[in-house]
Structures are given as C-alpha cells and as structure tokens.
C-alpha cells in the first residue's frame, strides 16, 4: 500500500511512521518541515491549504493519513487554512487521485462540551469546544459527503491524548498509547466496513467516558490503560492550571478559554 501522511513529522506523524511505516510499501511524508527518511519514505515539504501542492503529493496514493493541522486553539484564520481549506483539499485531491481512503486525525475537543459525567456514543451531536474543535467537526463532515457523494472512504479517529504517557488526570481518561493508535488506523485503512466511521482514538483506559462500541464492533482490542501510568499522571497534574469550567466539561482547558457561557454546576 502506498500512503500519503500529511502532517507526518509531528508528534502523531512521527508515532504512526514508527509504529507501521515497514508495512508500507512507500510512505510519502507531505508537511510545512522536512524530516530524516527511512529507505521506503520520502517527503515533500508543502502547505495543505495549497491545492495544487496537495493534489500533486496524492498522485499515485492509495490511501491518505490526515494530520497535518493546527493542533491546539488559534485564531480563525490560522484554523481556517490550515484545518478547513487544508481538510477540504485533501478529500477533493484524493478523490481526483482515486485514493480509496482517508484517515483523518479528528479530536476529542469536536464534543468536548459534553460533561465529564456522560457516556457518550460516536452517534453524538458534535459539541466543539473551540475553533479547533469546530474545525474537526467540519473535517468529519467533509469525509461523510466524500464518502455518499464520491466513494472516498473515511475513518475519523478522535484522538483523546496521542502523549508518551497520560500527563494529567484528564489524560487517565482519554490518553491512546501509539500502538493502539495505530491498531486503529491499520484497521481505518483495511477493514472492508469503513464507509465514513468515527471511532474514539483511546486505549482500554478504566476512567474513559466514552462507550467506544463502533470501534470494538471493527475488532479494535487496544493493548493499553492509562492508569497503568497513574503516577505520571498525578505528577502532570501538579502543573495543570485546575479551574470549574475545564474540570466539568470532557474537552479540559479548552472549554475554558474564551468562556462566557452559564456558570457549571458545583462540585457535589
Ligand atoms: N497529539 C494529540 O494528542 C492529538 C489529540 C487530538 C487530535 N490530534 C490531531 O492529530 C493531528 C496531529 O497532531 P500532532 O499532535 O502530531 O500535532 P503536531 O503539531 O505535533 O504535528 C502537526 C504537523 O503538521 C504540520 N502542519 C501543520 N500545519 C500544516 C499545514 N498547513 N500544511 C502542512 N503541514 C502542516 C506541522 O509542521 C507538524 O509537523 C492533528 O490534526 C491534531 O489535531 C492530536
């Protein structure tokens, strides 16, 4: 299989390349930055909000790995480009390519205003916690009509916590080790069901307040639990700025910055 990585020398990037870049037969690394290659990668150093870059590095792909993103809260117009136009050239240059899949790198902040007191299902209404999140609930969507419309088949990982190790107490909760993370892309890439599926992008973590049926439903078994590094988790926590907002909503920090919403329940 040849596959395109967008993003591909970031963290994730870099994870996923560990993790599996011998199965391939060519991994092409497609990113703002250059990187050190192993003998059946190379690189093309781009920005995804150019189209005609994107869809020249999708030629003779077979699937494509969607990472590259602003990967925290930004402005609009940094979200804008790199996450919404960038998104939307990737599907459109697979679809002209005649790649057959696209992975998309989504997050846990496209519902991150859920509780931390609900269960939530991948059949929930997206609840963005920001203008990051926002931008993957609109990837999403962009893989659901190239997957109706042009038969571009999507999986939407919605990556909790991609860290070495959980670093927070949230992190119990949502934190993929690498090779689970990569167990869910192998099976995005190959499993004859995807059409355009989401799935939560967590280990087998006690804490977690997601019911990740549609990934285990696909055959995911994730090797991992965060609380087996609780200790790491509660030393990160030391440095973790602890205030209602972050603490009551699913999606942390993220909720919190910005908010002028309803004051969240107390404590009980
Ligand atoms: N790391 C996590 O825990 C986590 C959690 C949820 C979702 N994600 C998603 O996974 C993906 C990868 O995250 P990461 O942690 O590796 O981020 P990262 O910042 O470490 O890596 C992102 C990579 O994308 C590249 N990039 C950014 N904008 C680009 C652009 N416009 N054109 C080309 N390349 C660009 C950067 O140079 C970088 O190499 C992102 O889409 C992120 O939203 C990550």
């Known amino acids: 299989?040849?596959?395109?990585?967008?993003?591909?020398?970031?963290?994730?990037?870099?994870?996923?390349?560990?993790?599996?870049?011998?199965?391939?037969?060519?991994v092409r690394i497609f990113d703002r930055v250059a990187d050190t290659l192993a003998p059946n990668e190379e690189s093309i150093v781009g920005d995804?909000?150019?189209?005609?870059?994107?869809?020249?590095?999708?030629?003779?792909?077979?699937?494509?790995i969607h990472l590259a993103a602003m990967p925290v809260e930004g402005s609009f117009q940094e979200i804008l480009q790199s996450n919404i136009v960038g998104t939307y050239n990737v599907y459109e240059a697979a679809f002209r390519q005649g790649a057959k899949?696209?992975?998309?790198?989504?997050?846990?902040?496209?519902?991150?205003?859920?509780?931390?007191?609900q269960k939530i299902d991948t059949t929930v209404a997206g609840r963005p916690d920001s203008r990051y999140g926002l931008s993957k609930c609109?990837?999403?969507?962009?893989?659901?009509?190239?997957?109706?419309?042009?038969?571009?088949?999507?999986?939407?990982?919605?990556?909790?916590?991609?860290?070495?190790?959980?670093?927070?107490?949230r992190?119990?909760?949502?934190?993929?080790?690498?090779r689970d993370l990569a167990q869910l892309v192998m099976i995005g890439l190959e499993h004859p069901e995807i059409h355009n599926t989401i799935v939560y992008g967590v280990s087998d973590n006690k804490a977690c307040w997601y019911d990740n049926a549609a990934a285990y439903a696909l055959g995911y078994k994730p090797q991992d639990h965060a609380?087996?590094?609780?200790?790491?988790?509660?030393?990160?926590?030391?440095?973790?700025?602890?205030?209602a907002?972050?603490?009551?909503?699913?999606?942390?920090?993220?909720?919190?910055?910005?908010?002028?919403?309803?004051?969240?329940?107390?404590k009980g």
């Open 1 to 26: 299989m040849k596959i395109l990585i967008t993003g591909g020398c970031g963290g994730v990037g870099l994870k996923l390349r560990k993790e599996l870049g011998s199965r391939f037969e060519r």
């Open 48 to 64: 995804v909000a150019d189209f005609d870059a994107v869809l020249k590095a999708t030629q003779g792909m077979d699937a494509v």
């Open 101 to 117: 899949r696209v992975i998309f790198g989504s997050s846990n902040h496209a519902v991150g205003f859920y509780p931390r007191s």
């Open 138 to 169: 609109w990837g999403e969507d962009v893989g659901a009509l190239y997957a109706d419309k042009y038969g571009v088949k999507s999986m939407h990982i919605r990556i909790g916590n991609a860290f070495d190790y959980p670093g927070s107490v």
């Open 171 to 178: 992190a119990l909760a949502i934190w993929i080790s690498a």
């Open 227 to 243: 609380e087996d590094q609780t200790d790491k988790a509660l030393e990160g926590e030391k440095s973790v700025k602890q205030d």
């Open 245 to 266: 907002v972050a603490e009551y909503y699913q999606g942390g920090p993220f909720c919190s910055i910005e908010y002028a919403g309803a004051p969240v329940p107390a």
